[in-house]
């Protein structure tokens, strides 16, 4: 059986599991290409992305170049002389990169191409209440998520599942399916196809901070399906008033009732034993919290946290 030497193009956790899968199957990983290592929190340390951890621990030679268009970086990929890049959760790549290998390069996206295009195709497919969803891998054009398609696999999304859990199988599968690509490609056994053209495919643009606030006049399934697939990251959020000062509230988890009331969207009503808001169509119960300033915890330690309830209004 053939085996393909391979240049990994990546990034995250996510990336990682396809590096280790490729890495334990027949195929030769040759070089990974990742983020420059940077440094965050308060102490400033330097960080590194979890594909150029488990590259260092494998001796895989790592490539971090500022931009991917350096000829430098480009002559040292091109002595490499792969077959293939595979690329997971990367960056745009320009067209003298793509076009380098052999047999093309491939990208592993967490949908069913053509739907979710874009940045954040888990949390959409949470948001909108899909019922399944899937990964694609494609072979990388000048267009975005817009190659031929190589192979499709489907996963069903449970009932009350948030985009974290659904980020994790989507990561397991994925690695399979970019192993299975590769045999395939080497095989030549996988007939590539264009994507079928949809005249309205759903999107999953990139979400930004103003995109995670509730919106308390949607319906409650609607409520319920936005925070799910806004958790645990980037976490979908609410402002409350406590006194004169107002803070932040983010929501990752709860569950709702339909039911009539005349009270309005985003009338808060807490007790010692309960938190409820009410939304357009019934009432909805926040069973994980984190107020500004503190850490994440369950609604009875957040109202264990309060000697009164007369300050607390929505913002």
């Known amino acids: 059986m053939k085996s393909l030497k391979v240049v990994f193009l990546g990034t995250p ?35 590194q992305s979890p594909v150029k951890i488990f590259a260092v621990e494998n001796n895989i030679p790592v490539f971090q170049p500022e931009k991917l268009r350096n000829p430098e970086f480009l002559e040292e990929l091109r002595k490499l002389d792969a077959d293939v890049f595979v690329v997971v959760a990367f960056r745009m790549m320009p067209k003298v990169l793509f076009e380098m290998p052999k047999m093309g ?44 398609i190589l192979l499709q696999e489907e996963l069903a999304i449970l009932p009350n599942e948030n985009a974290g859990s659904l980020h994790d199988r989507l990561m397991e599968m994925g690695a399979k399916l970019v192993v299975k690509t590769l045999d395939g490609l080497a095989e030549n056994t996988i007939t590539e196809r264009p ?30 399906q936005f925070i799910l697939g806004m958790s645990p990251y980037p976490a979908a959020f609410t402002t409350l008033k406590i006194g ?54 369950n609604v009875k330690d957040f109202l264990n946290g309060f000697r009164s309830f007369e300050e607390i209004k929505m913002a």
């Open 13 to 47: 956790e996510f990336a990682k599991t396809s590096l280790e899968a490729i890495h334990q199957s027949r195929h030769e990983v040759i070089g990974v290409v990742t983020v420059a290592d940077k440094a965050s929190g308060r102490g400033q340390k330097i960080n």
């Open 105 to 148: 390069t491939f990208n592993l996206h967490a949908s069913l191409l053509p739907d979710y295009r874009g940045a954040a195709p888990i949390n959409y497919a949470v948001i909108n209440g899909e019922e399944k969803t899937g990964a694609t891998t494609f072979f990388i054009n000048e267009k975005i998520d817009e190659g031929n």
């Open 195 to 224: 994507q079928p053209q949809v005249e309205h495919p759903k999107n999953a643009y990139k979400i930004f901070k103003e995109d995670t606030r509730i919106e308390w006049t949607k319906t409650s399934k609607e409520l319920h």
């Open 244 to 297: 004169e000062e107002e803070k932040g509230l983010k929501i990752f988890g709860g569950k709702f009732e339909v039911s009539n009331h005349d009270k309005p969207a985003g009338t808060l009503d807490i007790s010692k034993s309960e938190f409820k808001i009410y939304t357009k169509d019934g009432i909805y119960y926040p069973l994980e919290l984190q107020l500004e300033g503190k850490k994440r915890m």
